[in-house]
């Protein structure tokens, strides 16, 4: 802003500052060329590392209308799968793995657990089990177990966090060479169980991590099975998780003779000091999905679900106090943001951002635009005959969009909601206040005034 117009602003209260800040868009939607199916449902979410207790339980519902393609999910040592060697006690994981189902998502299973009869000393630096062929078989009996259930699980994910220890909530410390070995052991059992099971990871907390290009090496010198890669980020900038995948793509290729799929399976805003705008969460996951699905990723899980207290004495018998310490300072005692619902199961305002990308459905129609913080997503839907148009502002500043759809028939009208997260309840009917409709015509722009982090949702009836 130049020296006349920041005078201006002071001399007329702000009014003339928001016009000269607002900036202006092009945002193009060609409906008549539908492409491959969006499969906005990649974009998919996690729960876990809390507890055996079922978390969000009274919640499916809810996640059933988000019609995720996979839930991570923790097995942790809470589940006490092996209380005694050779005895196999699935009661209290069936539950979560049960709930996933229920959703129509499959779910994307974690081995994150040390066995007191495999590993009766804490600590977290001590990796192997003082009997592979004992660990080996417990891996298989319940990779067996859940595919005799019918549970349709397809991925098995070897580790979580195993760069940091405890302080990711899990309670081992890998070298690079300690995970390999495991890691060969661990998919040993579980394609012995399931020859058709997806195996990865290792679910890093620091992308860079030398564990990862150490599997990749181990993986293509050894023909280790290695269906996919994965990775954690915890960053309020879009583009800093993008670059994340954008690397792992580069690292991918040094190794041809893998054809591994790509995982960024926890993600959120930087947690410890998260941007205090209430808007600002519903527009970071529309972008950082803009950003994931632009890169080419094949899926993510948000972190997560709902927020959940954990208890000491659980985490005790299996973490040293330092780590339970944390656990239990970061869980109990730390504002947290990462739940679509809260402590309380109070739906948040990310909820909604899911809830709007997943009427995404259908065909993926292309969207352009003329701006690095002004992105959309559009889709035609053959089953509900309509097209279905997500697009946002992810700036702190406001921004004119010039919406011009080109291919439209004559006579259609589009129906508006704008997410609004700053509503005084968090009814669905308020947080996604409807607008009066509105007639849209084939290339002729629409102006639409989106506040800064401002999110809007159009659907446009064919019938």
């Not at 020296?3 to 209260?13: K, P, Q, V």
């Not at 023909?223 to 793509?249: C, E, G, M, Q, V």
């Not at 730390?334 to 809260?342: A, E, I, N, R, S």
């Not at 999110?455 to 019938?463: A, E, T």
């Amino acid at each position: 802003m130049d020296a006349r117009s920041r005078l201006l602003c002071i001399l007329f209260a702000g009014a003339f500052c928001a016009a000269a800040q607002q900036s202006s868009v092009e945002l193009n939607i060609d409906v008549s060329k539908p492409g491959e199916p969006l499969e906005i449902d990649r974009i998919a979410l996690g729960q876990g590392g809390l507890s055996a207790d079922p978390i969000w339980a009274d919640r499916m519902p809810e996640i059933r209308i988000l019609h995720p393609r996979v839930i991570r999910l923790f097995v942790q040592d809470y589940f006490d799968v092996l209380p005694e060697t050779g005895q196999y006690d699935w009661r209290k994981l069936d539950p979560a793995v049960d709930l996933i189902r229920q959703t129509g998502a499959t779910p994307l299973m974690t081995i994150a657990f040390k066995p007191k009869p495999l590993f009766p000393k804490i600590d977290e630096a001590i990796t192997d089990p003082t009997d592979y062929r004992a660990w080996e078989d417990l891996i298989s009996a319940m990779v067996r177990h859940y595919k005799e259930r019918g549970s349709d699980i397809v991925y098995w994910e070897v580790a979580n966090e195993p760069d940091i220890g405890e302080h990711g909530g899990c309670p081992y410390l890998f070298a690079p060479e300690g995970y390999v070995r495991y890691y060969r052991h661990t998919v040993a059992a579980i394609r012995r169980a399931d020859p058709d099971a997806k195996v990865g990871g290792p679910a890093l907390a620091n992308p860079e991590s030398a564990i990862l290009p150490a599997l990749l090496a181990a993986a293509q010198r050894g023909h280790l099975p290695l269906d996919f890669i994965s990775w954690h980020i915890y960053n309020s900038d879009p583009l800093k998780i993008r670059a994340t995948i954008d690397r792992k793509r580069e690292l991918l290729k040094q190794f041809p003779a893998l054809h591994s799929e790509t995982f960024l399976d926890e993600w959120n805003m930087a947690l410890r000091y998260p941007p205090s705008d209430p808007q600002f969460q519903p527009a970071f996951i529309a972008e950082t999905a803009w950003q994931m699905k632009d890169a080419g990723l094949d899926y993510s899980c948000y972190y997560h679900i709902r927020d959940y207290h954990v208890r000491p004495e659980v985490f005790a018998k299996f973490m040293s106090p330092h780590g339970n310490a944390a656990m239990t300072k970061w869980w109990n005692r730390m504002p947290q943001y990462d739940g679509l619902f809260d402590f309380q199961n109070q739906v948040r305002p990310s909820y909604f951002a899911f809830l709007l990308l997943a009427r995404l459905t259908g065909q993926r129609l292309p969207v352009t635009s003329s701006s690095n913080t002004v992105h959309g997503f559009a889709s035609y839907d053959e089953f509900l005959q309509n097209y279905n148009i997500l697009f946002w502002n992810f700036s702190d500043r406001p921004a004119r969009v010039n919406l011009v759809m080109n291919g439209l028939r004559p006579g259609l009208k589009a129906e508006r909601l704008v997410l609004d997260a700053t509503a005084p309840s968090s009814d669905e009917n308020i947080r996604l206040r409807l607008l009066p409709e509105l007639p849209v015509e084939a290339g002729e722009p629409v102006p639409v005034d989106l506040p800064p982090y401002g999110v809007m949702f159009w659907s446009i009836d064919l019938r």
